[in-house]
């Protein structure tokens, strides 16, 4: 079955540092990994997706990478706003379904960038 | 263009009542999905449908129904409800294939007491 770790599960920085937010899982049997941000009380925005034969994906900011033999992925966040404040959520996209995205999440980890 | 839109937003329930979560996308897609949220845990998947007629289970299913009549509502069913349902609800869509970008709605706060 598998497991998606999210370390840290909560994490505090000043305006401007560049971060690193990681993700575990235990089966490498993936079609892709998903990097969502979800603000307090609202729904999830997807902001990267990584195909299982892709190594990074970049959007502005934001970088994330895969390694699907060791069952990692991180989302760099380069010079952190405050309205980078929410929780990031990892999923992944396993086999085991034969349609569709029906994903395996991760905590979260809860972040807060301080002006 | 409204994306996926999940009615109630929040809701408080008894102990045996019964109620209807409502899910609408307007993107066309053919796939959706309804997931559950728990503090301290990851969004867990409760049932799916990959078009019109067609559902199935996820991870968590127990207490649930679901029916997908049309491409654009797919509805989640509370039989009797129990405080273990106290959660956050969210419906997900997507253009079938195991590649594409999922939408999420945002959500249904609900609370069985």
């Known amino acids: 079955k598998q497991e998606v770790t999210q370390i840290p599960a909560a994490l505090s920085v000043p305006e401007g540092e560049n971060l690193v937010l990681n993700c575990s899982f235990t089966?490498?049997?993936?079609?892709?990994l998903q990097w969502f941000r979800q603000d307090p009380g609202k729904g999830l925005t997807s902001l990267l997706l990584?195909?299982?034969?892709?190594r990074e994906q970049t959007s502005g900011r934001l970088n994330a990478s895969l390694d699907k033999s060791s069952g990692r992925s991180t989302l760099y966040i380069a010079a952190s706003q405050p309205g980078d404040s929410a929780t990031y959520l990892c999923?992944?996209?396993?086999?085991?379904?034969?349609?569709?995205?029906?994903?395996?999440f991760g905590p979260g980890t809860r972040l807060s960038v301080l002006p | 263009n409204a994306g996926v839109t999940q009615t109630p937003k929040f809701q408080v329930l008894k102990t045996g009542q019964s109620m209807t979560l409502q899910c609408a996308q307007d993107?066309?897609?053919?796939?959706m999905s309804w997931y559950r949220q728990d503090p301290g845990m990851g969004l867990r998947l409760i049932h799916y449908?990959?078009?019109?007629?067609?559902?199935d289970q996820g991870e968590v299913p127990n207490g649930y129904n679901v029916s997908r009549s049309t491409t654009e509502d797919f509805p989640l069913r509370l039989l009797s409800a129990a405080p273990s349902q106290t959660s956050v609800y969210f419906c997900?869509?997507?253009?079938?294939?195991?590649?594409?970008?999922?939408?999420f709605g945002q959500g249904t706060r609900l609370t069985v007491v």
């Open positions: 997900a869509s997507s253009y079938e294939g195991q590649n594409t970008e999922a939408f």
């Open positions: 089966d490498s049997a993936i079609y892709n």
């Open positions: 990584i195909q299982s034969s892709q």
């Open positions: 999923a992944v996209n396993s086999y085991g379904y034969n349609y569709g995205q029906n994903f395996v």
């Open positions: 993107m066309n897609h053919e796939y």
């Open positions: 449908s990959v078009g019109a007629g067609i559902t």
